[in-house]
């Protein structure tokens, strides 16, 4: 093997790599400069990257940088910054009482913003965007319900829950009358077709001799939670028959379904998830969505 | 310059290039990972943390089988908006028992680390039947079979076995039981039930999660692994707690 000599070309001045091929030689072009220096450069961060940020593993440790900074401290911290922000208004929410802070019409805007934020996030998947519900999951908007519609009781039943895991939580159950066999089938069709009546007066697509045998049925097994004369009673979330608000459909069919298999629905409890000043909020956000405004 | 001399030696050693390659081309993946096999700091500590069920397993399975993890992360990142909206940020510690990992890469749907008991059973077997139904503006697919198909049990056992063979402390009696425990999940009224509470714990959610008592689907095993999200330790929420105190 020839021992390859450094060749100049004179053209322009740089060596060859002492190939050739077919008469054609290749240039060694050195490197630009400004390559090295950028190389350099980004080096150089590095170094102080190193000192002042976490970076070296030492085993069963790693060096923690000179500026300490740890992405969890930041979070926490742009948390408070946010709450800090947020106090002016946050502070008035979380002490005044629900009247005051009804009344305050640049309270009641912020809430508007934040509780629909909050909704949105939390409550919407369920009772929808527009918190009007859907089969199986209450309209908020109506004005009826199950547990109290006052903002205290509201409140706590966001806390709370039905029938969740909550200690404290409300429990209701519609008994399953037809399919645990407390009362024969020819019974239900009966008490269903009174309890629709209650909702549809002078409807003409039941039998009313079935609907006045349906009273006495319904006397018999109903008014300990739906109360004599069908109006619910909020202490143990049984739902108002009178009214056309319904959660599981109010046409006879529906009605008929319901009182066979029971009903027994399910709100996971709030606490542990939302802030006390977030469910205030989420309070008052559905207090004033009942209210039309002018 | 000598370093470039260097260079140009090594370009001409066919295996010394290659060699020198690896070695250089290595120490990025060594400087990275070897260190997480010495370094416990990262991972934070959580004695309470339960396995999941047989019947969570399963749902997992099917969560994988169904590519789920395509359109939902669950990782919670150290950012205020992911705080804000999801609640506490991931730990390392709570995908402890996760083989392989579910975090994901994107988002099409929400982040579900923390979707655990926010919202009913009734909502998820609705939700899974047709997602139109409770959300309008969904583009989830519907998995309405779910709710059909029977889940499968005679396998369970063999499932555990192979969590336990990557380092998941299942013990002989869980892998055992584990058909009979899957079923008894779904069951609470069942005699059955009460092995499902000895062997993993009080906390544990029995339930008939599809709503159907009598009948093992894979529906229940789907809700019965969403419900559990972020559930098997509160270490996530007393870490914040913590870092809110500035402790």
Same mark, same amino acid.
């Given at each position: 093997m020839a021992v390859e000599q450094p060749e100049r070309d004179s053209y322009t001045g740089y060596l060859t790599t002492g190939h050739e091929w077919n008469g054609l030689k290749e240039l060694n072009t050195p490197v630009p400069r400004a390559v090295y220096f950028f190389l350099i450069l980004t080096f150089v961060f590095s170094v102080g990257y190193w000192v002042l940020m976490p970076a070296w593993p030492l085993g069963v440790t790693y060096t923690k940088g000179l500026l300490g900074i740890d992405q969890r401290n930041l979070v926490a911290a742009s948390l408070q910054d946010a709450a800090q922000e947020r106090s002016v208004w946050t502070k008035r929410i979380e002490t005044e009482s629900f009247a005051a802070i009804q009344s305050d019409a640049r309270l009641m805007a912020i809430v508007r913003e934040t509780g629909h934020t909050l909704f949105g996030n939390n409550c919407a998947a369920c009772h929808g965007a527009d918190a009007k519900g859907g089969p199986g999951f209450p309209n908020l908007t109506t004005g009826s319900w199950l547990w109290g519609g006052k903002p205290e009781d509201i409140f706590n039943t966001i806390r709370v829950g039905i029938n969740s895991t909550h200690p404290d939580t409300h429990v #209701?159950?519609?008994?399953?009358? #037809?399919?645990?066999?407390?009362?024969? =089938? *020819?019974d239900v069709i009966k008490v269903v077709s009174y309890v629709y009546s209650l909702s549809h007066p002078g409807a003409t697509d039941v039998d009313p001799a079935k609907v006045e045998a349906g009273k006495a049925i319904f006397a018999a097994n109903c008014v300990a939670c739906h109360g004599a004369d069908a109006k619910g009673n909020p202490e143990l979330g049984a739902p108002n028959l009178t009214d056309r608000d319904w959660i599981y459909g109010g046409d006879f069919n529906a009605i008929d379904t319901t009182v066979w298999g029971g009903r027994q629905g399910h709100m996971p409890t709030w606490e542990g998830r939302l802030s006390a000043l977030d469910r205030k909020i989420l309070t008052l956000y559905l207090v004033d969505k009942r209210t039309p405004r002018p | 310059m000598s370093l470039f001399g260097f260079h140009y030696r090594l370009e001409r050693k066919a295996i010394g290039l290659t060699l020198a390659i690896i070695l250089v081309a290595s120490i990025g993946g060594l400087v990275e990972i070897a260190p997480l096999f010495t370094i416990h700091q990262t991972v934070e500590d959580a004695p309470d943390m339960r396995v999941y069920t047989p019947l969570e397993l399963a749902g997992r399975n099917i969560y994988i089988r169904e590519g789920c993890y395509a359109c939902h992360s669950q990782m919670i990142r150290t950012l205020r908006d992911e705080v804000d909206r999801y609640g506490p940020y991931s730990l390392a510690v709570e995908s402890k028992y996760d083989h392989p990992m579910l975090w994901g890469s994107k988002r099409t749907g929400p982040d579900l680390a923390r979707i655990g008991e926010k919202y009913s059973d009734q909502w998820h077997v609705a939700h899974m039947n047709?997602? =139109?139904?409770?959300?309008?503006?969904?583009?989830?697919?519907?998995?309405?079979?779910?709710?059909? /198909?029977e889940l499968r049990t005679d396998d369970l056992g063999l499932h555990l076995k192979a969590m336990r063979r990557v380092g998941v402390p299942y013990t002989d009696d869980m892998i055992a039981n584990a058909a009979v425990d899957a079923y008894a999940q779904s069951?609470?009224?069942?005699?059955?039930?009460? #092995?499902?509470? %000895?062997?993993?714990? %009080?906390? /544990?959610?029995?339930?008939?999660?599809? #709503? *159907?008592?009598? =009948?093992?689907?894979?529906?229940?095993?789907m809700v019965?692994?969403?419900?559990?999200?972020?559930?098997?330790?509160?270490?996530?929420?007393k870490s914040t707690a913590r870092a809110e105190a500035g402790q």
């Open positions: #209701g159950q519609m008994p399953a009358f #037809g399919r645990d066999q407390m009362l024969p =089938r *020819q | 047709n997602p =139109r139904d409770v959300v309008p503006v969904s583009v989830m697919p519907a998995y309405g079979w779910l709710l059909t /198909t069951n609470p009224d069942s005699p059955l039930a009460d #092995g499902v509470t %000895k062997r993993y714990g %009080k906390a /544990t959610t029995l339930r008939a999660f599809d #709503g *159907q008592p009598g =009948r093992l689907t894979e529906m229940d095993a019965a692994y969403l419900q559990v999200l972020g559930r098997l330790t509160d270490a996530a929420t």
